[in-house]
């Protein structure tokens, strides 16, 4: 089976920086996905990491470890429109099967 | 356009009732997903199709089945709905051809058993 942990809520100010952290335990792990969504909306793709280390997209970068089953999504600058839930989903199988967390709800203050 | 198309978007349904959602894509994807998503369960997965004619269970199929009627449709039916399958329904498609894909999402059916 597969075990995904992500904090439930975070808060952080507009014009800052958040991490979000992703803990996952899986086999055939093949790569981990981040993905945004705005309340009562689809979610939409950010960022998919295979290899360790971090990649950068914009005000966006994922970060990944594969032996520590670790991920973190860095949001910097933060705007008031990056409110949203932001889901983990971790890659794995021959099936190419997703999995995802149970997503992390992030509020952007003033 | 949206390149997934789910309908219908509200549905409010008695106990009992038989129920069809929809969806549709223009992406020429192979590979086509249902999924339900309630609050602090996150997204899980009912049904995934590879193929016209490959048809998976994910990890919570009981009371849903689903038809793949063309490469571009896949329907999920609730042969009885019940209160509990009260819900935000989403389709999804990704490209099989591309190890790396995401999903593309529809924008969800909000579904109520009463």
């Known amino acids: 089976g597969q075990n995904i942990d992500q904090p439930t809520e975070m808060t952080a100010t507009e014009g800052a920086i958040v991490q979000i952290n992703c803990t996952y335990q899986?086999?055939?792990?093949?790569?981990l996905f981040w993905y945004q969504q705005h309340a009562g909306e689809a979610p939409t793709f950010l960022s998919y990491?295979?290899?360790?280390g971090l990649e950068e997209k914009g005000r966006f970068s994922s970060f990944l470890s594969r032996s520590k089953g670790y991920s973190y999504l860095l949001l910097k600058e933060l705007q008031m429109k990056d409110s949203a839930s932001y889901l983990c989903?971790?890659?794995?199988?021959?099936?190419?099967?997703?999995?995802f967390g149970t997503g992390t709800k992030l509020q952007v203050i003033p | 356009d949206a390149d997934v198309t789910q309908t219908p978007r509200n549905r409010i349904t008695k106990t009992g009732k038989r129920i069809m959602l929809e969806c549709s894509q223009t992406?020429?994807?192979?590979?086509m997903y249902w999924y339900r998503q309630d609050p602090g369960l996150g997204l899980r997965l009912i049904y995934y199709?590879?193929?016209?004619?490959?048809?998976n269970k994910g990890e919570i199929s009981d009371g849903y089945s689903v038809s793949r009627q063309a490469q571009a449709k896949f329907s999920l039916s609730l042969e009885s709905a019940i209160p509990n399958q009260t819900a935000l329904y989403f389709c999804?498609?990704?490209?099989?051809?591309?190890?790396?894909?995401?999903?593309?999402f529809g924008q969800g059916t909000r579904l109520t058993v009463v």
């Open positions: 990491n295979v290899l360790d």
């Open positions: 992406k020429g994807h192979d590979r």
């Open positions: 199709s590879f193929d016209v004619k490959d048809i």
């Open positions: 899986t086999s055939g792990f093949n790569g």
């Open positions: 999804a498609t990704s490209d099989g051809e591309r190890r790396n894909t995401e999903a593309f």
């Open positions: 989903a971790v890659h794995s199988g021959g099936y190419q099967k997703v999995t």
